[in-house]
């Protein structure tokens, strides 16, 4: 592995963290991870708990990530809703907007300054494809038919399945993309959440930092290693999740830097 990296990981101000397999496993802290984002501040950094759940919120995070240990502030959760408000703020600001989404979802849609409608003779600027585990079929038909009608639509993320206990999964939104492409024929015009860039625009939006000291650190290979390198931040991989070395043997995304576990990058700061 290029020493270099390491020389940029020293020079890193903010991280960005995946959380489950990178941080807990479901409910449980990884152990070792006990007290690292306080020693993470004392040395000076700060961060961001990153995920492209859009059903959920930022004080859903908040609560799971303080029942296991980690103190973490709303200011501190990036969500990719989060991407999708800034960005709607950057090109179409008070935008009205159709959202396939949670009520979650919704409130930090308008929260960020938009107006949600709700039927589909109401004048409508976007379709919003969250990750909606309320979807009802008269809700897809009324954003089928916007979409029809030459209204442009955007996605929180793309992922196809979201994990759950047991092993299983449950249809994300990739899933509903899939299925709005096949009965309109449209892409959606982005999609805001890994491995797009939209989040780490918002970081330095926020931060007025350079790419080069933000890095990002999760156990999947084609998400959030995709994404650092794709958007032209530091990727670190652990080994605590997802992705084991044979996979970065066998892939074709190659992560700047493998850690055996998220608290090894303290030893570099």
């Known amino acids: 592995m290029d020493s270099n990296n390491f020389q940029r990981l020293k020079k890193v101000k903010c991280f960005l963290f ?18 690292f984002f306080d020693k993470l501040k004392e040395a000076g950094r700060s961060y961001y708990l990153v995920t492209n759940n859009s059903s959920k919120d930022h004080g859903h995070y908040v609560k799971k990530m303080n029942a296991m240990g980690v103190k973490v502030t709303a200011g501190e959760v990036l969500i990719s809703s989060d ?3 800034a960005h709607l703020n950057r090109v179409r600001p008070g935008a009205r ?3 396939l989404g949670t009520p ?9 300054g938009f107006t949600l409608t709700t039927g ?3 004048e409508t600027d976007y379709v919003i494809v969250g990750f909606d585990q309320t979807l ?12 029809d009608r030459g209204v442009p639509y955007i996605a929180t993320h793309p992922d196809v399945r979201c994990p759950i206990e047991g092993g299983e999964y449950i249809p994300d939104t990739g899933a509903f993309l899939a299925c709005i492409k096949t009965a309109t024929g449209k892409e959606p015009e982005c999609i805001t959440g890994k491995p797009y860039g939209y989040m780490v ?11 080069e000291e933000i890095a990002m650190v999760g156990d999947r290979l084609m998400t959030d290693i995709r994404f650092g390198k794709d958007n032209g931040i530091l990727s670190v991989l652990v080994l605590t999740g997802e992705a084991t070395l044979k996979d970065v043997e066998k892939g074709t995304v190659k992560p700047d830097i493998i850690l055996p576990h998220a608290k090894e990058i303290l030893k570099y700061l």
């Open 201 to 211: 625009d918002t970081v330095l939006e926020r931060t007025g930092l350079q790419k």
């Open 104 to 112: 979650e979802l919704k409130a930090v849609i308008r929260n960020g």
């Open 83 to 85: 991407a999708l408000v």
């Open 97 to 99: 907007l159709f959202v």
């Open 136 to 147: 009802t079929y008269e809700n897809l038909t009324i954003a089928c038919r916007l979409i």
């Open 18 to 35: 995946d959380m489950d397999g990178t941080i807990n496993l479901g409910m449980k802290l990884i152990p070792g991870m006990e007290g």
């Open 120 to 122: 589909l003779e109401e």
